[in-house]
């Protein structure tokens, strides 16, 4: 049986974090939805990048908007990735409809100029929620200071919210309280709990290839050994113990009891960097009840060819990775200022690439003023991404 299809079995949902026009016209996302189990899927900048950089098939798109009128460089882009998010949507209903709201959904992302601007992020999310107008649509804020207490109100509002860049336990936590407490907020104003949705992204092989680093200079080899490659799991085994314990208890049964749901775990950054390490290591140790894999396409692949699955291999051997997470603190290596550093540098990636992307459809925007049509760069129809 097709690995990813035996997901479901295991109570975990696998989403494909890849958006393309192509994937969606072509029928290749309804497939997947059949052959695999898909349940939903994620953007970001850097995807929509790949995918109006290096293929033609947006050129009619841009041509046809451009033509009613002149516009902005970021008006551009956001017809073309809402118009991307929208079809997608409606491909993903049936799978929306199917598990009453649990899964289906796309994910847009705020824009990553407005990290760090609570009001401005607020303004943002409802925004893009109202241009979107899909019930299925999950907007993307970040898992930073300023984000904390928008996810809160924005869940008060009743949108669906995905957090993201996330890599600290202690952040994750205030992630969660800011969703309980957004869900008392809805109640108190007389929304319906049971129609919102969220999921926490927790970032994982970026925290590896930040540890491994460190790691390349110990002149302890065994002790080098013993953590390299397992702290990014040995975290995400720990955060979910914390899930288990936050969805628990007097105030969460009672918004369970007006038909609440949890904000699942949601894995992201799931291809591993280094080819030491097996392509499908991180979608295999992070198989949980009540889960999202985000996949990117390469590792999907892989894990369709080879992946094993093992139930709830999430909770397993939880002991020996707080012991991993131990060991490396007494080795001087804080993880705490390796995952506030890496929530920095994920800002700043999403910005670079929100830059590119606005400047490749800047260059197609003035060669159709100028008479021209943008050349094919790569041939379309690939669906490789680069690795998250």
């Not at 009001?119 to 929620?129: D, G, I, K, P």
């Amino acid at each position: 049986m097709n690995p990813l299809k035996q997901l479901e079995a295991c109570g975990q949902a696998p989403w494909l974090d890849y958006l393309k026009k192509s994937l969606i016209e072509g029928g290749e996302l309804a497939t997947m939805i059949e052959r695999d189990g898909l349940r939903g899927m994620t953007s970001n900048p850097s995807i929509f990048e790949k995918a109006i950089a290096e293929s033609d098939e947006y050129a009619d798109a841009l041509e046809k908007f451009q033509s009613a009128g002149d516009h902005s460089v970021n008006e551009i882009y956001e017809h073309l990735a809402v118009a991307d998010i929208q079809a997608a949507a409606d491909v993903l209903k049936s799978v929306f409809d199917k598990t009453k709201g649990r899964d289906g959904y796309v994910s847009l992302e705020c824009s990553p100029y407005l990290a760090n601007d609570t009001e401005a992020t607020v303004a943002e999310a409802l925004r893009l929620w109202k241009m979107v107008g899909r019930p299925n649509l999950m907007v993307k804020v970040p898992g930073t200071p300023a984000g904390l207490p928008a996810i809160r109100r924005l869940i008060g509002r009743g949108l669906n919210i995905n957090i993201t860049l996330l890599f600290s336990v202690a952040v994750y936590e205030q992630v969660v309280e800011a969703y309980l407490a957004g869900l008392e907020e809805l109640a108190a104003a007389g929304g319906d709990v049971s129609k919102s949705a969220s999921v926490a992204s927790f970032f994982v092989s970026r925290i590896d290839s930040a540890v491994d680093k460190k790691l390349g200079g110990f002149a302890d080899k065994s002790v080098a050994d013993r953590l390299r490659g397992k702290i990014a799991i040995a975290n995400a085994k720990v955060a979910y113990d914390r899930y288990k314990t936050l969805f628990s208890g007097p105030r969460w049964e009672k918004l369970a009891a007006a038909g609440a749901h949890t904000q699942r775990l949601l894995w992201a950054s799931t291809s591993t960097k280094s080819p030491a390490y097996k392509d499908t290591m991180y979608v295999e140790e992070l198989i949980g009840r009540d889960t999202v894999d985000t996949i990117p396409p390469a590792t999907m692949d892989a894990f369709r060819d080879h992946g094993v699955v093992r139930p709830d291999a999430v909770e397993h051997d939880l002991a020996d990775a707080r012991a991993l997470l131990g060991m490396l603190e007494k080795q001087g290596i804080s993880l705490e200022r390796i995952t506030e550093e890496l929530v920095g540098e994920g800002v700043r990636a999403f910005a670079d690439s929100f830059d590119k992307l606005l400047g490749v459809v800047g260059q197609r925007r003035r060669a159709l003023i100028a008479g021209e049509r943008a050349p094919r760069e790569v041939a379309a129809g690939s669906i490789e991404a680069t690795p998250r």
